[in-house]
Structure formats: structure tokens, C-alpha cells
């Protein structure tokens, strides 16, 4: 007997690879990564590195602040290590936490942001909410969204101290780096994403190596509702600097800040002040610029599925053929 309907096989089979795999398994691993950043989870953060006062690179507000910082990445899952720098005479700590690549473990990937914060009362009082416990959350957010998966290059997550001196942190560390011979190949910097300013639609400004900011871009305009402005230079005053393709060969960085950094004296009321706190966040904002962060950098380091998606997606694949030749054989 032979069917005139030969897509009547193939219907019943997508039918049954829609029951055989599971939902999950249609989105993206990128898709499944952006909705775990959680806006309630990233407050949190930024309310808890708020809380410690002051974190001025020299207090003791500043050394309990790298205590959380630490305790979080250990929590997730990863490797973590204070990477020690001298600044002034005295010995300071970065904090960096790995997530190792599967395939190309050489292969370096940096999501960071400063911890440190400042303002006319350093040593008692910088809560630093937006400058830059906002950045700072991003970094823990991504973190915690990718700790459990696998990617093919190595995810390493960083807390730079010391950047309201002269970007301390983030120079000892890329200089350590370049001597060392470690393969750098993308940094993503987070420096003030959470006052949102009045305008409508909100933006986001991008800068740095243009492949970067281009992927950053496009994320926005996949995952958020965002208005990009970009510029494809490397602008000094935060820890991407000494990552760009000028003054790291062979490495690129980018960074997202919450407007040209010429324009954030005027443009943010609470820079570098003691009202630098959360009152004056806007905490939506700040996670849709964290998920245009995560979706980046996991598109960059390669995601690899789990053996068990891969299990589903090529059982289907096989049910399909099979159910063609036997349509065939029927003809």
C-alpha cells in the first residue's frame, strides 16, 4: 500500500521529538543562561557590598568586602584564589575565580569589574552602590548563571581592587598576565550600570575592540530593549583598559558603563559622594545590561552541551531518519 501523503512521516515524527526531547532542550544554552540572571538576586549583591560601608582599598571594609567576594565564587562551584598586588608600599588583593574550558583551557576569557569604592569620606563612609557594587553584582550574577556548565575556553571571573587609585588592580593583574604568557583573548569590563538617568529608551554605553562591543550589541538588541551608544576606542578609567588589543597584543576588552565616561560627573548627582547608595538605582536596568554580559560572554566561550541534550537531540534525529527510510521502503 502506498500513502500519497508523504509528509503525514514526517509530522508524526516531529511529534515525536517534541515528546522524546525535552522543552528545555529547544532554547539556546545562551537563551537559558540570560533568564537565570535574577534582578531579586542581583539587589542582593548589590545591597550586601553596599552594606560593608566603605570599601576604600585600604579598610577593613574593603578586606571583608573581598571575604564575600571570595565566599560567593566558592559557593557556586569554582576555583577561587586572591591574586596579591603591591601598591604604595603596601599589598593589596584582586579576587579571581575559574570556571576551566573543556578544550581550549589556554584560551582566557575575563568577566570583571572593580570592587573598590571611594568618595570625600573614604576611610568611613563610600557605600559605592553604583560605583561600583553595580558592576561588581554583574560579575557575580554571570558567575553564578555559568559556574555549573561547561564551556570550551576558560571563564575566568575577577574582582579588581585599588582601580579608584589608578586601576591598581586590573594593571598588576594584565601585566602579571602578559609576563606569564596567559592567552588573554576577550575581557568584558563592568563599571556603573545601575542609575538609569530619565531617558526613554534607556542606554547603555559600549566601548572598546569592536568585535566585543558588535557582540555586545547584538545582545542588547536580542535581550533587552536597551539604546546602545558606542565607541570603538580604548577610554582610560576602568579596568578594560589594560586589556584592549593597544596595550595587550593579542587580547580585546569592552565595557559597559551607564554613559560616555566624559559625560558621568554631570550626568550621575551621586559620583564619588556619600549618596551613592541604592535609593537612586535602577536595579531592571542594571540586570538587563548583566544579561547582555552573560549572553556575551558565553557565546564567546563556547558553550558544550550536556551529554544528556545531546543524547536527546540525536535520538530525534535518528527517530527522523529511520521513520524517512521507512516511508521509503513503504513506497
Not at 576555583?79 to 575565580?97: I, M, Q, R, W
Not at 581550549?104 to 568618595?119: E, R
Amino acid at each position: 500500500m502506498r500513502t500519497t501523503d508523504s509528509g503525514h512521516h514526517w509530522r508524526a515524527g516531529l511529534l515525536a521529538l517534541a515528546l522524546v526531547v525535552p522543552n528545555a532542550a529547544w532554547a539556546t544554552p545562551v537563551d537559558q543562561f540570560v533568564s537565570q540572571i535574577s534582578q531579586s538576586q542581583y539587589t542582593t549583591y548589590v545591597q550586601t557590598l553596599q552594606d560593608f560601608e566603605t570599601r576604600y582599598f585600604n579598610t577593613a571594609g574593603n578586606a571583608a568586602a573581598l571575604s564575600y567576594i571570595y565566599n560567593e565564587f566558592a559557593g557556586f562551584g569554582l576555583s577561587v584564589a586572591y591574586d596579591p598586588f603591591s601598591y604604595g608600599g603596601g599589598t593589596y588583593n584582586n579576587v579571581v575565580a575559574t570556571l576551566p574550558g573543556r578544550t581550549n583551557p589556554g584560551n582566557v576569557y575575563i568577566v570583571g569589574a572593580h570592587m573598590d569604592s571611594t568618595s570625600p569620606d573614604p576611610a568611613h563612609h563610600a557605600p559605592g552602590a553604583d560605583d561600583n557594587a553595580s558592576g561588581m553584582a554583574a560579575v557575580l550574577s554571570i558567575a553564578k548563571a555559568l559556574a555549573q556548565s561547561v564551556f570550551d575556553a576558560t571563564i575566568k571571573f575577577i574582582g579588581f581592587n585599588a582601580e579608584e587609585q589608578g586601576l591598581r588592580g586590573s594593571l598588576a593583574y594584565a601585566t602579571e598576565a602578559r609576563a606569564n604568557g596567559e592567552n588573554v583573548v576577550g575581557m568584558l569590563n563592568f563599571d556603573m550600570i545601575a542609575y538609569s538617568g530619565t531617558a526613554s529608551p534607556k542606554n547603555v554605553f559600549l566601548a572598546g575592540n569592536s568585535a566585543l562591543v558588535n557582540a555586545m550589541v547584538a545582545n542588547a538588541n536580542v535581550y533587552t530593549s536597551l539604546n546602545t551608544q558606542i565607541s570603538y576606542s580604548n577610554i582610560y578609567g576602568s579596568d578594560h583598559y589594560y586589556f584592549h588589543s593597544s596595550q595587550f597584543p593579542g587580547s580585546s576588552s569592552a565595557f559597559a558603563i551607564e554613559a560616555p565616561p566624559s559625560a558621568i560627573p554631570s550626568y550621575n548627582p551621586n559620583y564619588h559622594k556619600i549618596t551613592d547608595t541604592i535609593d537612586y538605582l535602577d536595579f531592571a536596568y542594571a540586570s538587563d545590561i548583566t544579561r547582555i554580559g552573560v549572553a556575551t560572554i558565553a557565546q564567546l566561550a563556547g558553550p558544550i552541551p550536556e551529554p544528556s541534550t545531546l543524547v536527546c537531540i540525536l535520538t530525534g534525529i535518528v527517530f527522523l531518519a529511520r521513520r524517512k527510510q521507512f516511508s521509503r521502503h513503504l513506497g
